[in-house]
């Protein structure tokens, strides 16, 4: 168990550009959440997937921002014509839910590291 | 729908004294009660939870949360801080569905020497 990984870690990008990141989640999680943290904030929730079915976007979710998880492992996040107020850390999280006998309250969400975003 | 108020945005205690960071939510179903740890450069690390059943809640690196409906609270505590223990501390609730889960603004503990 390798933990939740994502790429980059940082991203310096100028306004109007596209940028994606990744995020590898825990092997065999079959949930997969996106986040955004600003500083001195929590983290918001962005959108999550479920195997590759994404089933819930936030409002936050403005129509430059895409995600995907098409074979229901790895997933991208990409940002078009990026703006500063994109600025911040965008974390990805994993978990297990759904297997015989594990109600979905023992669902525990394990963070990866972030990629802190820049737009400058 | 979900909130929490993290009560003190910083919080600075003396190594050995007793940390006490605080937590309020408000839920339209019986929550579920989440604190996290950040440190720096770093993604959050579930310190400890609570779903259902008993009250108080035991975590890893020895901080505990008793869940207070009355008081509508879920505060943290661990007898005595470590200098370890600076980081970032994050309450967060759902009502069952990790899909709702809000987080609140965080806590800065620092501890003193």
């Known amino acids: 168990d390798t933990g939740v990984s994502q790429d980059p870690r940082h991203k310096i990008t100028k306004r109007g550009q596209n940028v994606t990141f990744r995020c590898d989640p825990i092997?065999?999680?079959?949930?997969l959440y996106w986040y955004r943290q600003t500083l001195g904030q929590g983290p918001e929730f962005l959108t999550y997937?479920?195997?590759?079915?994404?089933?819930?976007k936030s409002r936050l979710l403005s129509d430059r921002f895409s995600a995907e998880r098409p074979k229901g492992s790895f997933s991208t996040l990409e940002i078009q014509r990026t703006e500063q107020g994109d600025s911040a850390m965008y974390l990805c999280?994993?978990?297990?839910?759904?297997?015989?006998?594990?109600?979905?309250?023992?669902?525990?969400?394990?963070f990866g590291p972030g990629t802190r975003l820049l737009v400058l | 729908a979900q909130s929490v108020t993290q009560l003190g945005s910083h919080v600075s205690v003396s190594e050995g004294a007793l940390v006490l960071l605080r937590c309020n939510y408000s839920?339209?179903?019986?929550?579920?009660l989440f604190w996290y740890v950040q440190y720096p450069n770093q993604g959050l690390q579930l310190l400890l939870k609570?779903?259902?059943?008993?009250?108080l809640v035991k975590g890893i690196n020895g901080f505990e949360a008793e869940f207070k409906k009355s008081e509508t609270s879920f505060h943290l505590t661990k007898p005595s801080a470590h200098m370890s223990d600076a980081a970032e501390y994050f309450c967060?609730?759902?009502?069952?569905?990790?899909?709702?889960?809000?987080f609140g603004a965080g806590t800065r503990l620092t501890v003193k020497p």
């Open positions: 967060a609730v759902s009502g069952g569905n990790n899909n709702d889960m809000r």
């Open positions: 609570y779903t259902t059943g008993a009250t």
């Open positions: 839920s339209s179903v019986p929550p579920y």
């Open positions: 997937f479920q195997n590759e079915a994404q089933l819930e």
């Open positions: 092997s065999e999680h079959n949930r």
């Open positions: 999280a994993s978990s297990l839910i759904g297997l015989a006998g594990v109600p979905i309250f023992q669902e525990t969400q394990y």
